[in-house]
């Protein structure tokens, strides 16, 4: 507190707010919490919500074009998925909800990798696109992702010039990373995850098992 005169002479307190010793502590805490958000988006959304798995289709992907990036991973059309129950992850390295969903696909890849009716397709995508030769840039961090995770040698892909974005987009809407498609044999987007959210993975297993069962028991 320090003492001031005001117009009339009188004096009058006036309280010295010191400056606040958390901001630095506030700003930390923000960054944190950034991390532990289900999903890293294009743009700012209400929030996440998980969609209860139903049979009905969602719609037909137009178009589908994927190159090789990673592990044994050809590159692929629609042609080549027909007849297979496709599971599509959309995702980044730099996406820390991604990060921790990868482990979660990896082993539901590797649960079905005997069946040649299904197809785990996770499309590893750039932060942004600033040249031509970001393919080169994205493989490598893919490979160091991957290594680090103890899964070398995963399969992954690239969308270039984001052809199966722009067609999902399309098809059932874009909101964030990571999305994952439940596609079936039929070429129809049979559910659509939204981020992630522990216990999702669970959700995915039991409809590739359904769709799968469908197959087996034609």
Not at 85 to 112: M, Q, S, T
Request: include cysteine.
């Amino acid at each position: 507190m320090r003492s001031s005169l005001n117009e009339t002479g009188l004096s009058r307190r006036t309280r010295v707010i010191p400056k606040a010793p958390y901001v630095g502590v506030f700003v930390l805490g923000l960054a944190a919490l950034m991390l532990l958000l289900p999903g890293c988006t294009e743009q700012p959304t209400p929030g996440p919500t998980v969609k209860t798995p139903v049979p009905a289709p969602k719609g037909t992907l137009e178009k589908l074009e994927l190159q090789s990036l990673t592990g044994n991973s050809p590159d692929l059309t629609l042609e080549d998925l027909k007849g297979q129950v496709v599971l599509l992850n959309i995702w980044g390295p730099w996406c820390p909800p991604c990060r921790k969903e990868l482990p979660h696909l990896a082993e539901i890849g590797d649960k079905y990798a005997y069946n040649p009716n299904f197809r785990l397709l996770p499309v590893s995508y750039p932060y942004n696109y600033p040249a031509p030769d970001r393919k080169a840039v994205q493989a490598e961090q893919t490979r160091q992702l991957l290594a680090d995770m103890n899964i070398d040698g995963y399969a992954t892909w690239y969308d270039q010039d984001q052809v199966t974005l722009n067609a999902i987009r399309g098809a059932v809407g874009f909101q964030g990373y990571p999305t994952t498609l439940l596609i079936d044999q039929q070429g129809q987007i049979r559910q659509v995850w939204a981020f992630y959210a522990p216990g999702l993975e669970q959700e995915m297993d039991s409809m590739v098992q359904e769709l799968l069962g469908e197959e087996a028991a034609k």
